[in-house]
């Protein structure tokens, strides 16, 4: 069985990771439109966490702001890094390593992260690391008290992606299926806004759907018709646009199209899971990113995996959607390795899961 250096968290057992280092991971999330700040500690586990939300300022818009969500990163990042510090009863000297999101995601808002964590190692004399975003949600399940061992499938679906990954260890990613589209997140947020809900579309929808009969409308499944593990959402938001308009447009009808709309995207994830599954041999699912968060998804996929005999892994809520608390973690786990950078502040707005440098277990 492979040693999970998450583990360090937790279990003695792991100690040779925690030998090497066992002093607190600042870590800062700053790829999109959250701030995220946390505080974890090998052996110790998260000592705290912090998240300031833009959302009400990008609401105007119906969207992410690139420029908006840098400036207010800029605003909001050093005040979230001492109320985090605080709240773990830390001092910025108590710290033994700092991570930071280096990609995928907005170049500017990227590089407010960057420069701050960057900055703060370096007067500090401390190891820093830039996280790959989707290593952070792909580990995030590793923050609840029963952590999945590799190996596993990954089912990530995020507002910017929709990937299958085979897990065969930390750093050890196949990415089995993508988009060649729109990512699952960014399908709700079309949708949702071409209902005239309200931005962030994804939760506004799931909540509409709560409302509504799944079996009233029906949509595709796009692509479960042909082998593959790749996804396409962009003709589910066509099919849900030719519909919505040669309706009645009522409340009903609203929530009735938001249901059979996440029930397609729901069954569709759910089927291609089951594909990765098999064609891995692999016995058990994490979902993690953003439409984790989906509670539909969330209940379905459960009852698939007890049904079908394979287990499923979800982070908390709070820890499905951005977050500091992933990227202190699994920059925890990397400076654990040994594996910190020069002290270039380098971001990369797109960037392969796959490239990642894998991590030796204990
Ligand atoms: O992982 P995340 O916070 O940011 C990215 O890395 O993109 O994911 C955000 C995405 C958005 O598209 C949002 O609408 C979607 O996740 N989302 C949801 C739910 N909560 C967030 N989609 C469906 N149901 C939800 N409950
Ligand atoms: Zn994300």
């Keep these: ?62 969207g992410v702001v690139p420029e908006l969500a840098s400036r207010d990163h800029v605003r909001k990042l050093l005040p979230l890094v001492r109320e985090t510090l605080d709240r773990a009863g830390l001092g910025m000297r108590d710290l033994g390593g700092v991570a930071y999101t ?7 808002a990227l590089l407010v992260g960057a420069s701050a964590a960057r900055a703060m190692a370096w007067a500090l004399d401390l190891p820093a ?30 507002g910017g992606h929709s990937m299958l990954v085979a897990v065969r260890g930390i750093g050890d990613y196949e990415v089995l299926g993508d988009t060649l589209d729109d990512a699952a997140g960014e399908a709700f947020d ?12 994804g939760p506004a929808l799931a909540a509409e ?41 009522s409340e009903q009808t609203r929530a009735d199209v938001a249901s059979g ?18 064609a891995t041999g692999m016995s058990r699912l994490v979902i993690a990113g953003g439409v984790g968060a989906n509670r539909r998804l969330r209940a379905q996929l459960a009852e698939a995996g007890e049904r079908e005999g394979f287990s499923v892994h979800f982070p908390r809520l709070e820890f499905c959607t951005d977050n500091g608390a992933m990227i202190a973690l699994a920059g925890a786990i990397r400076l654990a390795a040994g594996q910190e950078q020069g002290p270039q502040i380098r971001v990369q707005p797109r960037w392969s899961l796959e490239t990642l440098e894998p991590v030796p277990t204990a």
């Design 1 to 62: 069985m492979v040693n999970w250096p998450a583990e360090i968290g937790r279990a003695a057992k792991y100690n040779v990771y925690m030998s090497k280092f066992s002093k607190p991971v600042l870590g800062i999330e700053s790829s999109c439109d959250e701030t995220g700040v946390a505080v974890y500690q090998p052996g110790r586990g998260l000592l705290a966490h912090a998240l300031y939300s833009q959302v009400k300022l990008h609401a105007d818009y119906g």
């Design 102 to 108: 280096a990609g995928p995601g907005l170049v500017g």
């Design 261 to 278: 709309f996440e029930q397609a995207i729901v069954e569709t994830l759910a089927i291609k899971c089951r594909r990765a599954l098999e």
């Design 129 to 158: 690391i830039g996280v790959h975003h989707m290593e952070g949600h792909l580990l995030a399940p590793l923050l609840e008290p029963d952590p999945p061992q590799p190996p596993f499938v990954a089912l990530l679906v995020s």
């Design 190 to 201: 079309k949708t949702a806004k071409l209902m005239g809900l309200p931005y962030p579309g």
């Design 209 to 249: 759907a709560l409302k509504g009969d799944p079996g009233a409308f029906h949509f595709s499944r796009p692509m479960t018709d042909r082998p593959g593990l790749d996804f396409s959402f962009s003709g589910l938001k066509t099919q849900v646009l030719l519909a919505w308009n040669k309706s009645d447009r």
